[in-house]
Nanobody, 123 residues
Framework: QVQLEESGGELVQAGGSLRLSCAAS????????MAWFRQAPGKDREFVAS????????YYADIVKGRFTIARGNARNTEVLQMSSPKRGDTADYYC????????????????WGQGTQVTVSS
């Protein structure tokens, strides 16, 4: 069983930048798709971005396309989400997830989850 741990969430000004990281332990995440979801207070968890096992394919929610970038991290078993020009609407708890197919944009398509990291965007 893999354990996922997110980091990097903090208070950031709108228009700034923020980098979230997800580290996997317990076993390698190589060979698995990774994704980010987020959940704002009172709202359902929603898909943000995903990346295939070999990093060759990425998928983004329309609302973050062009602003956020998902990538495999330089360190083994890590992935990152680079948030550029965040908006107040991006305020949420961000969750890292691991699954079989990066093309899945539903939470049910991912088997392992981190505990989340909080991102607050101020105007």
């Amino acid at each position: 069983q893999v354990q996922l741990e997110e980091s990097g969430g903090e208070l950031v000004q709108a228009g700034g930048s923020l980098r979230l990281s997800c580290a996997a332990s317990g076993r390698t995440s190589i060979g698995f798709a990774m994704a980010w979801f987020r959940q704002a207070p009172g709202k359902d968890r929603e898909f943000v971005a995903s990346i295939s096992a070999n990093g060759g394919s990425t998928y983004y929610a329309d609302i973050v396309k062009g602003r956020f970038t998902i990538a495999r991290g330089n360190a083994r078993n890590t992935e990152v989400l680079q948030m550029s020009s965040p908006k107040r609407g991006d305020t949420a708890d961000y969750y890292c997830a691991e699954g079989e197919w990066a093309s899945s944009t539903e939470a049910g398509g991912y088997d392992s989850w981190g505990q989340g990291t909080q991102v607050t965007v101020s105007s």
